[in-house]
């Protein structure tokens, strides 16, 4: 069974930084692109990154850089380094990718668990 599991959220000060992760597990074929949401308390969830299959990125105005989004497809994993982090920064941020199972005909969309980020003085 295909699953993303996150880690790596947290407390931080403001001008600090995390690591996000993601990290697909299950008899995986390929995976396609990956995208990074979030979702601040009373907002609408938010597009933050993407990375293709190829690793080509693009970010939200709001984190064009400080944030870095980055895969590792040996490891079936993709990270968000989250540098020079706001209070506005503040939400659970979720993991989104297009997986095709091994032996699969097609792909489907998988979501991770959400974790929570907290940029707090």
């Known amino acids: 069974q295909v699953q993303l599991v996150e880690s790596g959220g947290g407390l931080v000060q403001p001008g600090g930084s995390l690591r996000l992760s993601c990290a697909a597990s299950g008899s995986i074929s390929s995976i396609n692109a990956v995208l990074w949401y979030r979702q601040a308390p009373g907002k609408q969830r938010e597009l933050v990154a993407t990375i293709s299959a190829g690793g080509s990125t693009n970010y939200a105005d709001s984190v064009k850089g400080r944030f870095t989004i980055s895969r590792d497809n040996a490891k079936n994993t993709v990270n968000l380094q989250m540098n020079s982090l706001r209070p506005e920064d503040t939400a659970v941020y979720y993991c989104?990718?297009?997986?095709?199972?091994?032996?699969?005909?097609?792909?489907?969309?998988?979501w991770g668990q959400g974790n929570q980020v907290t940029v707090a003085s």
């Open positions: 989104n990718a297009e997986i095709r199972p091994l032996g699969g005909s097609r792909s489907f969309n998988y």
